[in-house]
Nanobody
């Protein structure tokens, strides 16, 4: 059974940085792409970024140039480095692969 756990969310000031982690188990991690999505209060879950099994990267226009997604197959983990954070980045961030999603990690950007 695939399990995914996100971590690294926190309260940060505008312009700050955070690094989210996504740890997977019960799956051959190297075979799967990893998706990051986020859901702000009262809004639908939206795509943020993804990294394919071979490293292909995709970003939403709202985070392009500020966020970087990466993966470490040996650690069965993926990461979302978020720089120059804005208030509108406030959301619960979710990681998904192999049809499974984690419980999310809260990112709050506020002064």
């Amino acid at each position: 059974q695939v399990q995914v756990v996100e971590s690294g969310g926190d309260l940060v000031q505008p312009g700050g940085s955070l690094r989210l982690s996504c740890a997977a188990s019960g799956v051959d991690f190297s075979l799967y792409g990893v998706d990051w999505m986020r859901q702000a209060p009262g809004a639908q879950r939206k795509f943020v970024a993804s990294i394919g099994s071979e490293g292909t990267l995709h970003y939403s226009d709202s985070v392009k140039g500020r966020f970087t997604v990466s993966r470490d197959n040996a650690k069965k983990s993926a990461y979302l480095q978020m720089n120059n954070l804005k208030v509108e980045d406030t959301a619960v961030y979710y990681c998904g692969l192999g049809g499974a999603w984690g419980q999310g990690t809260q990112v709050t950007v506020s002064s």
